[in-house]
């Protein structure tokens, strides 16, 4: 059944992604391939196989690579940047290799 303009207007947008984000309050430390900054505190609010959104009082650029420290070292592409209340800012990453499925569950295990 098609879908009139009025009722396109009424349904929700939905964002396709490649895995489901899973909700997480992962504690990390990041630093920026690139660069000056020392080691910085995050905390990860959402994960899944090929990236996360993490939330910092020190933004990166978008574009930029950083390491952060899950249960291995592993390097990230910062995608977006957004300032969020109380001077913090939420970042978007991709990894720069998919994680297992495993590994996530892993993750969202792990006492933070």
């Known amino acids: ?13 939905q964002k396709s992604r490649k895995w489901v984000r899973c909700l997480a309050k992962l504690e990390a430390e ?15 609010r959402d994960i899944s196989r090929g990236g996360f959104r993490f939330v910092s009082i020190v933004p990166v650029e978008s574009g930029m690579t950083i390491r952060i420290r899950l249960n291995s070292v592993r390097e990230a592409r910062v995608v977006h940047v957004s300032r969020e209340t109380r001077g913090q800012w939420s970042m978007g990453c991709a990894f720069s290799e998919e994680i297992t499925s495993a590994d996530v569950q892993q993750l969202l295990a792990s006492p933070s």
Do not use: E, R, W
């Open 1 to 13: 059944m098609p879908v009139n303009q009025s009722q396109a207007k009424d349904m929700p947008i």
């Open 30 to 44: 990041f630093v920026p391939v690139c660069g000056t900054l020392p080691v910085c505190s995050a905390m990860i």
